[in-house]
């Protein structure tokens, strides 16, 4: 399907460009902040076994994971919040201006660090609500990944300071977390740009684990974000992609 943006861009529905890592339980699956592999089994009860395979009539399985360590997830300020506030309470818009970039962490003693400085050397453009950061080096490996106790790279927290001043509402990552992995609780990075506990935002979004392919290129994109119906702090999500085309 074609979608007009306006009388010359357009994006083509048929073109998607899926960000999101998949739930799997297996022994490579992602995996962070000390959590083994996610759990898919089929439901024994009495006689009732929910696997085809095992000689069951339907495969009917319980699943058993955390959205922050196991797969691609949304999250608002209930993530840090002693209030309760849902994701899917504060986010009602699933389509947004959004833009790719790319960045090479700076190397900060044992940390790898995106700063406000690197940032601050690439145009954002003015109508962009979310934004997409692609760490270099960008591997498949990020699908597999055991990030427990390996430091990854994160995000200045000056940053999100910064991006609100610009407007952007959304920001993705493919990291664990856009705070230091052992930071001692104090999540910089989400305090600020959830303004907790201040001004605490409801609206404005994180979604961590995403993957981005190499062959795709930094620029602007509508991105569509599909959100499971979960009501928590975080649910799995699906942030899709798709290129402005122009006639």
């Known amino acids: 399907m074609i979608l007009h943006l306006n009388e010359t861009d357009f994006i083509n529905t048929g073109k998607p460009i899926d960000l999101s890592i998949e739930l799997r339980a297996e022994e490579d699956s992602l995996k962070a902040w000390g959590q083994g592999s996610p759990i898919i089994a089929p439901v024994r009860d009495g006689n009732f076994i929910g696997s085809v395979a095992e ?5 009917f399985k319980n699943i058993s994971f955390n959205p922050h360590a196991h797969i691609t997830h949304t999250e608002c300020c209930g993530h840090i919040t002693e209030a309760f506030h849902s994701v899917n309470d504060g986010l009602k818009q699933f389509f947004f201006n959004a833009q790719l970039i790319s960045f090479v962490p700076d190397q900060q ?9 690197q940032l601050k050397s690439v145009h954002l453009n003015k109508d962009v609500e ?10 498949d490996q990020k699908i597999t990944r055991a990030y427990t106790g390996t430091n990854p790279p994160y995000l200045d927290a000056k940053i999100a300071t910064y991006l609100i001043a610009h407007g952007i509402e959304h920001v993705l990552v493919d990291l664990p977390s856009v705070d230091r992995e ?4 104090a999540l910089a990075f989400h305090h600020a740009f ?5 001004a605490t935002n409801m609206k404005r979004t994180i979604t961590e684990f995403i993957y981005v392919p190499n062959n795709i290129l930094d620029g602007l994109f509508i ?10 702090d975080a649910c799995p999500s699906r942030p899709v992609l798709y290129s402005i085309e122009r006639n």
């Open 55 to 59: 000689g069951g009539v339907v495969n």
């Open 109 to 117: 003693n044992e940390d790898e660090v995106i700063t406000l400085e």
């Open 194 to 198: 959830w303004e907790v506990p201040k």
């Open 130 to 139: 979310a934004l997409i950061i692609r760490t270099i080096p960008n591997s």
């Open 182 to 185: 052992q930071d001692n609780g």
């Open 223 to 232: 991105l569509e974000l599909q959100m499971s119906s979960f009501r928590n």
